[in-house]
T-cell receptor
Framework: EAGVAQSPRYKIIEKRQSVAFWCNPISGHATLYWYQQILGQGPKLLIQFQNNGVVDDSQLPKDRFSAERLKGVDSTLKIQPAKLEDSAVYLC????????????FGSGTRLTVV | GNSVTQMEGPVTLSEEAFLTINCTYTATGYPSLFWYVQYPGEGLQLLLKATKADDKGSNKGFEATYRKETTSFHLEKGSVQVSDSAVYFCALSTNSGYALNFGKGTSLLVTP
């Protein structure tokens, strides 16, 4: 089966600019996650969707980050305006249901804010 | 809250050496425990998991046992290979949403 697709692979922007990342999960996977991985740290959950509803966005900095999952399939994560500390790899993952632990991660988008 | 602590790296070993990467956790309830691996230039991959106390997860020669009494899930391999060089992440998940809490990762370098 095809994996979790993410684009772009790399992005460099200036601070205060906006940026968007796209994720296409594995077909049929109801649960989708966005994680932020800062260099030297483990991934941190930003938001979790079940179909097109939000399950957990408690760690999403809502003043600058937003995410949506239209029609319960693809998802976009947006940052506006970006700060230097947003430099990280943004990982998307999907699973068949929220409880079967069958996560598949995408390769991520590496964001550098200068 | 839930958290995972794993040993600092980098860990450098010679090929065929024994590997242990320590991982301890703090969680409410009864978490499931995981080891993920990230090879250079690749995405995170599930290495092994254990969903209840005393379970042993194993894969590709790696093993980890869920120890509730010591809140630990140490990763072991009897004989490492150069191809095992990667960053290893310990993680836990609880029933609340099943999202993963990761440790900071341990970098492993295996030399010939």
């Amino acid at each position: 089966e095809a994996g979790v697709a993410q684009s772009p692979r790399y992005k460099i922007i200036e601070k205060r600019q906006s940026v968007a990342f796209w994720c296409n999960p594995i077909s049929g996977h109801a649960t989708l996650y966005w994680y932020q991985q800062i260099l030297g740290q483990g991934p941190k959950l930003l938001i979790q969707f079940q179909n097109n509803g939000v399950v957990d966005d408690s760690q999403l900095p809502k003043d600058r980050f937003s995410a949506e999952r239209l029609k319960g399939v693809d998802s976009t994560l947006k940052i506006q305006p970006a700060k230097l500390e947003d430099s990280a790899v943004y990982l998307c993952a999907s699973s068949l249901t929220g409880g079967d632990y069958g996560y598949t991660f995408g390769s991520g988008t590496r964001l550098t804010v200068v | 809250g839930n958290s995972v602590t794993q040993m600092e790296g980098p860990v450098t070993l010679s090929e065929e050496a024994f590997l242990t990467i320590n991982c301890t956790y703090t969680a409410t309830g009864y978490p499931s425990l995981f080891w993920y691996v990230q090879y250079p230039g690749e995405g995170l991959q599930l290495l092994l998991k254990a969903t209840k106390a005393d379970d042993k997860g194993s894969n590709k020669g790696f093993e980890a046992t869920y120890r509730k009494e010591t809140t630990s899930f140490h990763l072991e391999k009897g004989s490492v290979q150069v191809s095992d060089s990667a960053v290893y992440f310990c993680a836990l998940s609880t029933n609340s949403g099943y999202a993963l809490n990761f440790g900071k990762g341990t970098s492993l370098l295996v030399t010939p």
